[in-house]
């Protein structure tokens, strides 16, 4: 049976969704992401990009190139239940839907013949819902595999929908640069320049033996995605590996009053998105950048997995400390690994703990209804403010 893919990527996500929750930014430049000076870039409507805006760029950069820009603090809590609701929709369309990102996913859409006339019709509706239900436009790319869905999204950005046939392949790849290749970055792209070839077409008709010498045995798998070949199937939900949270400050940090104020607001989050997701971990990773960009992780594995902001503070405080320092942070960075289904653990809980997790549903309820900011510990509020 002829495979299917569908790839759906939504367009400038973070910003469309802004857009729409704010109408005056119809029609706007609009740039999502760190306003700080060492903020960086996550997204820019299509009217920023216009002026050279684009994702990673830094914002000092992107303002400078568009000062009319409205640039935005990511709320990656709104993006989340965006994202939960795209997820909703396409899994109306397919069993099997592979998440790679929050606004992007592959559906294996193989035998639903009975159903569609023509798989394009398929990501025509996904299209359409998620338009009338959201209001947001995604781009789709229908081809037999994932590779050439991928690619096929992404050629008629934004609100696109491009088909590659099965026996259209060469033609549509032909053309094409070879960083379009999966796994081909600047690095390898820079080799390959060096003997004259630029584009899929070329690198798919030059000699592997060749080629090997420049860029090693990766040479075999690329040509074959060079052809249009790709086996991989459509994996359907990775399984979350870690959870973690970690900031980049304005300024770097030296007191151990701020460090632990930060490690606390992190406890607080991760512990938050663990019980969301009603998943509890048993290692626990501090990451630290310091000034000099010297990086050093620490991690423990506890004797019970957890979700209780209150052990994961004491755990990365304790790591923390364990790392020698003598200048100021950076970054820094707490994760959760590890991970399995909460109440999963065989140790009886203590009473203590069961007041304890009794009261993070009672809090995760409220800031549930009224927002995190509602509810905070009262460490975390700062008194200046
Ligand atoms: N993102 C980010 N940092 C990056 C790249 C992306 O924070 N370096 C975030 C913001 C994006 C979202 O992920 O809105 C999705 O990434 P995409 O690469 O799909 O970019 P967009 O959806 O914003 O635009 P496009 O229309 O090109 O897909
Ligand atoms: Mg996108």
Same mark, same amino acid.
């Given at each position: 049976?002829?495979?299917?893919?569908?790839?759906?990527?939504?367009?400038?996500?973070?910003?469309?969704?802004?857009?729409?929750?704010?109408?005056?930014?119809?029609?706007?430049?609009?740039?999502?992401?760190?306003?700080?000076?060492?903020?960086?870039?996550?997204?820019?409507?299509?009217?920023?990009?216009?002026? /050279?805006?684009?994702?990673?760029?830094?914002?000092?950069?992107?303002?400078?190139?568009?000062?009319?820009?409205?640039?935005?603090?990511?709320?990656?809590?709104?993006?989340?239940?965006?994202?939960?609701? &795209?997820?909703?929709?396409?899994?109306?369309?397919?069993? %099997?839907?592979?998440?790679?990102?929050?606004?992007?996913?592959?559906?294996?859409?193989?035998?639903?013949? +009975?159903?569609?006339?023509? =798989?394009?019709?398929?990501?025509?509706?996904?299209?359409?819902?998620?338009?009338?239900? %959201?209001?947001?436009?995604?781009?789709?790319?229908?081809?037999?595999?994932?590779?050439?869905?991928? %690619?096929?999204?992404? !050629?008629?950005? =934004?609100?696109? !929908?491009?088909?590659?046939?099965?026996?259209?392949?060469? @033609?549509?790849?032909?053309?094409?640069?070879?960083?379009?290749?999966?796994?081909?970055?600047?690095?390898?792209?820079?080799?390959?320049?060096?003997?004259?070839?630029?584009?899929?077409?070329?690198?798919?008709?030059?000699?592997?033996?060749?080629?090997? /010498?420049?860029? +090693?045995?990766?040479?075999?798998?690329?040509?074959?995605?060079?052809?249009?070949?790709?086996?991989?199937?459509?994996?359907?939900?990775? $399984?979350?590996?870690?959870? /973690?949270?970690?900031?980049?400050?304005?300024?770097? !940090?030296?007191?151990?009053?701020?460090?632990? @104020?930060?490690? *606390?607001?992190?406890?607080?989050?991760?512990?938050?998105?663990?019980?969301? !997701?009603?998943?509890?971990?048993?290692?626990?990773?501090?990451?630290?950048?310091?000034?000099?960009?010297?990086?050093?992780?620490?991690?423990?594995?506890?004797?019970?997995?957890?979700?209780?902001?209150?052990?994961?503070?004491?755990?990365?405080?304790?790591?923390?400390?364990?790392?020698?320092?003598?200048?100021? &942070?950076?970054?820094?960075? *707490?994760?959760?690994?590890?991970?399995?289904?909460?109440?999963?653990?065989?140790?009886?809980?203590?009473?203590? $703990?069961?007041?304890?997790?009794? *009261?993070? @549903?009672?809090?995760?309820?409220? @800031?549930?209804?009224?927002?995190?900011?509602?509810?905070?510990?009262?460490?975390?509020?700062? =008194?200046?403010?």
């Amino acid at each position: 049976m002829q495979r299917y893919i569908i790839h759906v990527d939504m367009d400038a996500f973070y910003a469309s969704i802004e857009q729409r929750d704010n109408p005056q930014l119809l029609g706007m430049p609009v740039i999502v992401g760190g306003l700080s000076n060492r903020g960086v870039v996550a997204t820019a409507s299509y009217e920023a990009r216009k002026f /050279g805006v684009h994702s990673a760029m830094s914002m000092v950069e992107a303002r400078r190139r568009c000062p009319q820009a409205v640039c935005i603090t990511p709320d990656h809590r709104k993006y989340s239940f965006v994202s939960a609701q &795209i997820r909703n929709i396409l899994d109306r369309y397919s069993p %099997l839907v592979e998440p790679l990102s929050l606004d992007e996913a592959f559906l294996d859409v193989t035998g639903m013949d +009975g159903l569609y006339a023509d =798989p394009a019709d398929i990501a025509r509706s996904i299209k359409a819902d998620i338009k009338e239900q %959201l209001q947001l436009t995604a781009s789709a790319g229908v081809a037999v595999n994932k590779f050439l869905a991928k %690619l096929a999204s992404d !050629l008629q950005k =934004p609100d696109g !929908l491009y088909v590659i046939r099965p026996g259209e392949e060469a @033609k549509v790849l032909a053309g094409l640069p070879i960083r379009r290749l999966w796994g081909v970055g600047e690095v390898t792209a820079a080799s390959i320049a060096k003997l004259g070839i630029r584009t899929i077409g070329q690198f798919a008709a030059t000699d592997p033996k060749l080629l090997e /010498g420049y860029i +090693g045995r990766a040479v075999f798998d690329l040509q074959q995605l060079a052809r249009g070949i790709d086996d991989r199937p459509v994996v359907p939900d990775q $399984q979350v590996k870690s959870i /973690g949270n970690e900031e980049t400050f304005e300024e770097d !940090l030296y007191q151990w009053e701020e460090i632990e @104020k930060q490690l *606390l607001l992190f406890a607080d989050k991760v512990g938050w998105r663990l019980r969301k !997701l009603n998943l509890s971990g048993r290692t626990v990773t501090v990451k630290v950048r310091f000034a000099s960009f010297r990086t050093v992780t620490r991690s423990r594995t506890l004797d019970e997995a957890t979700s209780l902001d209150g052990v994961l503070y004491h755990t990365a405080k304790e790591l923390y400390k364990s790392i020698p320092a003598n200048e100021g &942070i950076r970054l820094l960075g *707490l994760t959760v690994s590890n991970l399995q289904p909460a109440g999963q653990s065989i140790a009886l809980f203590d009473s203590g $703990q069961e007041k304890q997790e009794v *009261l993070h @549903k009672v809090v995760d309820g409220l @800031k549930a209804r009224f927002g995190s900011a509602a509810v905070t510990k009262g460490r975390l509020i700062d =008194p200046h403010k």
